[in-house]
């Protein structure tokens, strides 16, 4: 795992909890925060996917662990 994972998954974290906070306590709309935290989510996923794509497929022929 690499230091750009933790920051993503920390970062993502924060604006989600930083939403629902918002949510809460200063009267966000409910369809916000959802979209929101949908956004952050699918850009984390996309993120790894992107990321480990080589490792995983192509990158795979080469390394001696396969």
């Not at 916000?32 to 956004?39: T, V």
């Amino acid at each position: 795992m690499k230091k750009s994972d933790i920051f993503m998954i920390v970062f993502g974290s924060f604006i989600v909890i930083a939403c629902f906070i918002g949510y809460l306590y200063f009267h966000f709309d409910e369809r916000l925060l959802y979209i929101l935290s949908g956004i952050i989510f699918a850009i984390i996923v996309l993120y790894f996917y992107i990321r480990n794509y080589k490792d995983s497929s192509y990158g795979a022929k080469f390394h001696n662990r396969y």
